[in-house]
């Protein structure tokens, strides 16, 4: 093949192919049909999200309470550490203290006031609490070991307030 043929052929070949793009194709439905397509009714959504689901078959049941009440156990024994951590002047260890266990358990906290009967009492001792970390790690970071004696005082009557509450 010579390279006249090659260009024609490849000519030929090339606008075939890009004029068929502009042929219209012929439908494949009948006129006057429509898909089969369900639409969801609005109210059918709506009465299934009001009815109340069957909480007998469902896997999780809420948080343990015995768990909870294992982990603001422990909490409050790394929380009565603090004081004796402070006396030595090991501040990053009082920190460690604060965003590890008593970070968890400002977790478990908020999952029991989500729980809790009594809500607004429950938000307002977590609150103090919250507060009481807070000002644990302020005086820590000033390095006041006295700061932060008192200040795990405090919270450690603010977490017995809190377990009153919610238990």
Known sequence: ???????TASLTTVSAGFISNFVPLPANAAYGTSSNIALPSYIEFLIEKNTSAD????????ADTEVQIKRISEA?????EIPAIA?????????????GPLGTLLQTMNGLVKDSSNSEAAKKAMGKFKADIL???????????GGVVKACEEAQKDLEAFAKVVF
């Open 76 to 80: 409050a024994m790394r929380l009565n």
């Open 55 to 62: 909480t007998s078959k469902s896997i999780y049941k809420g």
């Open 135 to 145: 000002l644990i790690g302020q005086e820590a970071s000033k390095k006041s070991e």
């Open 1 to 7: 093949m010579d390279r006249n043929q090659f260009l």
């Open 87 to 99: 006396k030595e002047k090991k501040w990053s260890q009082v920190q460690g203290i604060l965003t």
